[in-house]
């Protein structure tokens, strides 16, 4: 296969939403296509009539692309082998199947549904493994037999040995395996057969996929032995376990890449984390993708399951906030912000200036806009920490607020620089050190005692707020008594 173009694919099903581990298999495909010049092919497998959902297939698109794994041919934009959809190629599966009933390696079956339970009961009473008896595998049945199901007739004996390109060496012997069905009894393909049929027809090259697939993969080698084609080189890479060695499920927590674009995760940061969560360079932890492309190989991928790490995931989450360009950052949190009933705008320099102030300190985009509300709330629906008022807006922060005010309202322009050049060459002057009128200012204007840097917050917040704030702060120092605050907006 060597001169053959490299070709990959990714075929979810449309039953729900994207799972964290389908999205690791869609994303170790996708890098080995682009590591190896390759094609990655997003394939539909929709034959589930009751449960497969155009709006599941929507969501599923669209999370992909949001993880950036743009793929080359697909059902949303074609391709030269499709149709993309199992459902769209119900003809392509009847080809196949009399194909393989012409040439004897497949044949009807009548046996009904309480024969087949009698001879699964009867195996399992002798403490064999449950398989077909092959009771119809010589009687010859045409398609005039009535209501039938067609099974592949597995050879007698001999052994399919698995190249994989994950665990090596595999052998199963063929007695362990049954004549398996093919074509259910209502015409549609299994999943065995339907899934062989495509990669078929689309050129699959390479599979990389997890190993709770290892024993389909003996049938499909025969399956495409007896159509004559070459089966695509395997992978089995382990499955993703929870922090208890169990498969990861949603006693877990969140386990779709929906759930965790929702909670104010980076499509970099889940992509980095999923790759290091079965794939490894040296000590390395953070990449980018276009790091990613370059390094990935199959020898890096591990045969050992990784274990879900939320506190991982959320420290790379946490540099990528910090990394990214903050106009990417601010674009980003801004759905944050209008869910916590702020008002906008939020795609304007003081949205920017805001998230850029607090965005090192915060876990999730959804912390980012936690954190930056106090830029955009009206200034009398500002809550207060009354303990940090009691503390630091008293009547010996009086003279030091009147004075601040005094430099920043003669500012001539409003920026991080001249307000932070300003408040210490004042301090400068009067032998004081920033901690003498810090804390007053920031529990002023953001209402809490912790946050941002200070010069960043006045910058964010714009001249007129800033000194708005600053003289309600400067009100309240001057008032000896307990503070009447409003308090019914916390968004801390």
Same mark, same amino acid.
């Given at each position: *296969? ?24 869609? !994303?170790?495909?996708? !890098? ?10 997003? $394939?539909?497998?929709?034959?589930? %009539? ?71 009961? &009867? ?7 449950? $398989? ?32 994989? +390109? ?35 027809? *689309? ?16 049938? =499909? ?7 004559? &084609? ?6 089995? *890479? ?8 169990? $498969? ?20 970099? @940061? ?19 993708? @276009?790091? +990613?492309?370059? !390094? ?13 790490? =939320? ?16 106009? $990417? ?37 959804? =912390?980012?806009?936690?954190? @930056? ?14 303990? %940090? ?32 050049? %300003? ?10 050190? !920033? ?5 007053? *200012? ?32 400067? @009100? ?17």
């Amino acid at each position: *296969m060597a001169d053959v173009p490299v070709r990959l694919r990714f075929a979810p099903s449309p039953t729900g939403h994207l799972h964290i581990g389908g999205a690791r298999t869609a !994303l170790f495909n996708w !890098l080995l296509a682009r590591r190896l010049g390759g094609t990655f092919v997003l $394939r539909l497998e929709d034959t589930d %009539a009751e449960r497969s959902t155009r709006e599941f297939e929507a969501e599923i698109l669209r999370d992909l692309a949001w993880l950036g794994l743009a793929w080359d041919e697909g059902p949303d934009i074609g391709g030269p082998h499709g149709p993309y959809r199992q459902t769209e190629r119900a003809e392509r599966y009847r080809a196949a199947a009399e194909r393989l009933l012409a040439s004897s390696h497949a044949y009807r079956c009548t046996c009904p549904p309480e024969r087949l339970d009698a001879v699964r009961a &009867a195996a399992l009473e002798k403490g064999e493994k449950p $398989r077909y008896d092959g009771h119809c595998r010589d009687l010859g049945l045409g398609p005039s037999c009535g209501p039938h199901v067609v099974r592949f007739r597995m050879p007698a004996d001999g052994v399919v040995t698995i190249d994989d +390109l994950v665990k090596g060496g595999v052998e199963i012997r063929d007695e362990e395996l049954d004549d398996f069905v093919l074509v259910r009894s209502d015409g549609l393909p299994t999943y065995n057969f339907a899934v062989v049929a495509d990669d078929h027809d *689309m050129g699959i090259t390479h599979v990389l996929r997890g190993d709770d697939h290892l024993n389909n993969t003996p049938k =499909q080698i025969h399956l495409y032995r007896a159509l004559g &084609a070459p089966p695509p080189r395997f992978g089995h *890479m382990p499955l993703i376990l929870g922090p208890d060695g169990k $498969r990861l499920s949603k006693r877990h927590g969140a386990t779709s890449v929906g759930a965790y674009r929702d909670l104010g995760f980076l499509p970099e @940061a889940l992509v980095n984390y999923l790759a290091r969560l079965g794939w490894a360079h040296g000590d390395l932890e953070l990449f980018d993708t @276009a790091e +990613l492309v370059a !390094l990935f190989s199959i020898e890096g991928v591990g045969t050992s399951a990784g274990r879900w790490d =939320q506190d991982k995931l959320t420290w790379v989450n946490q540099h990528w906030i910090a990394r990214l360009p903050v106009d $990417r950052v601010a674009r980003d949190t801004a759905p944050f912000l209008a869910a916590l009933g702020l008002p906008g705008p939020f795609d304007d320099d003081r949205a920017r200036l805001a998230v850029d102030a607090v965005r090192t300190r915060a876990r999730t985009l959804a =912390q980012v806009a936690e954190m @930056a509300a106090f830029c955009f709330l009206p200034d009398d629906r500002l809550p207060y920490d009354e303990v %940090a008022v009691r503390r630091f807006l008293v009547p010996a922060a009086v003279p030091h607020l009147e004075a601040v005010i005094g430099l920043l309202e003669a500012l001539p322009a409003w920026d991080r620089a001249s307000i932070e050049a %300003a408040v210490t060459g004042w301090l400068a002057a009067a032998g004081l050190g !920033l901690g003498a009128v810090a804390q007053p *200012m920031r529990v002023a204007i953001t209402g809490s005692r912790v946050g941002p840097g200070l010069f960043e917050t006045l910058e964010a917040l714009g001249r007129d707020a800033a000194l708005a704030r600053l003289g309600r702060g400067l @009100a309240l120092a001057r008032d000896p008594g307990p503070p009447r605050l409003d308090t019914s907006t916390d968004l801390r």
